[in-house]
């Protein structure tokens, strides 16, 4: 099992970037696909984007294609979420998350693990 910590969220502007990581613990990060999502106020958890096992693919929503990125150090179980050009619209509680299958996922049933959530504000 593993255990992952968000972290990096806070208040910007529209226009501005932010820097989320995901730390993990208990098993090592290479085992996992790991994805980001995100929950809006009043609206269904939806998926942000996702990397392979090795860092060699990355996946995004279309909302977010451009000005999202995700990287990962397997060497130190982390991930991040480089985000630009925020929106208000990206405003929401952003979830790391672990699959331990082989491809990238959108769905969020395939995913077995997932952090407590940081939260992101956009000001517009």
């Known amino acids: 099992q593993v255990q992952l910590v968000e972290s990096g969220g806070g208040l910007v502007q529209a226009g501005g970037s932010l820097r989320l990581s995901c730390a993990a613990s208990g098993r090592t990060l290479s085992m996992y696909v790991m994805g980001w999502f995100r929950q809006a106020p009043g609206k269904e958890r939806e998926f942000v984007g996702a990397?392979?096992?090795?860092?060699?693919?990355?996946y995004f929503a279309d909302s977010v294609k451009g000005r999202f990125t995700i990287s990962r150090d397997n060497a130190k179980n982390t991930m991040v979420l480089q985000m630009t050009s925020l929106k208000p619209e990206d405003t929401a509680v952003y979830y790391c998350a672990a699959d331990r299958g082989m491809g990238i996922s959108t769905s969020l049933q395939t995913y077995d693990y997932w952090g407590q959530g940081t939260q992101v504000t956009v000001s517009s």
């Open positions: 990397i392979t096992r090795n860092g060699g693919t990355t």
